[in-house]
């Protein structure tokens, strides 16, 4: 996607936010922004927007998107969108993950880590303070992002990839294995049932958040992804001597 707003401030926020993820490719998706008010929202009024719904209208190809303290409008026939709201990114992150919904198949979003050792893809997902974070920091070469990650069905298998969150960079690689974290004193991991992988996982899903349809795919998508991966509980101390047991190699 490409960016443009007269105001160099909000730009250079998309620098920060975006730059890992640029590429000299023709943009898919071309988005102008309007910035609405003179200083950025406060950090606390920024999560609440973030909890807000994101409520969509339909005309014809284009989109009319409201999200409280945004608008935005999305002409899926030109590849355009324009967005009106604060000095931040915010607006555009709950866009993207509305995008990655409305136009891809068999998708799902999880607030997660993303790992990779040797081609081998790991999502770590957990509650804020859980550790994903930690893990990209001990594992800065091989994390992909530490906010959000998609993860999406393919053939008999699925594939994680990184979006442009936090300082994450591009990449797609096959998904091996979904942890849950939690703090230790010791690195162990234990498999988890469906059942509990269901009731733990659920809660780290970026839902979508309009159209009943797109909502509906999202879940059997959530379902199939259970059948097709294996999820763990993984404590870990801060240390790299994690890597051996979310591996699946000789554990503490």
Wanted: include cysteine.
């Amino acid at each position: 996607m490409a960016f443009s707003c007269r105001d160099e401030r909000f730009m250079d926020l998309v620098h920060q936010r975006y730059g890992g993820f640029s590429t000299q490719q023709p943009p898919a998706l071309r988005i102008s922004y309007l910035v609405e008010g003179e200083h950025p929202p406060h950090p606390r009024a920024i999560h609440a927007a973030r909890m807000e719904p994101l409520a969509a209208s339909r005309c014809g190809a284009n989109y009319a998107l409201d999200g409280g303290s945004f608008r935005g409008e999305w002409d899926r026939a030109t590849g355009t969108m324009e967005i009106r709201g604060p000095l931040a990114t915010y607006p555009v992150d709950r866009l993207i993950e509305a995008l990655v919904y409305a136009v891809r198949d068999r998708v799902l979003i999880l607030h997660a880590a993303a790992l990779v050792f040797s081609g081998r893809g790991f999502v770590c997902s957990g509650p804020s303070g859980s550790g994903k974070s930690t893990l990209a920091r001990l594992f800065p070469d091989n994390a992909l992002c530490d906010e959000h990650v998609v993860v999406r069905l393919d053939g008999q298998g699925a594939l994680l990839s990184s979006l442009p969150f936090w300082k994450g960079r591009r990449g797609t690689t096959p998904l091996e294995a979904i942890y849950l974290l939690q703090h230790a004193t010791k690195n162990s991991r234990r498999r988890l049932p469906i059942s509990d992988a269901v009731s733990r996982l659920r809660p780290q899903v970026v839902w979508p958040s309009f159209g009943k349809d797109i909502f509906r795919e999202a879940f059997e998508t959530f379902c199939a992804v259970l059948e097709r991966v294996p999820v763990w509980e993984l404590g870990f101390r801060p240390d790299e001597a994690v890597r051996s047991v979310l591996t699946g190699g000789v554990g503490e």
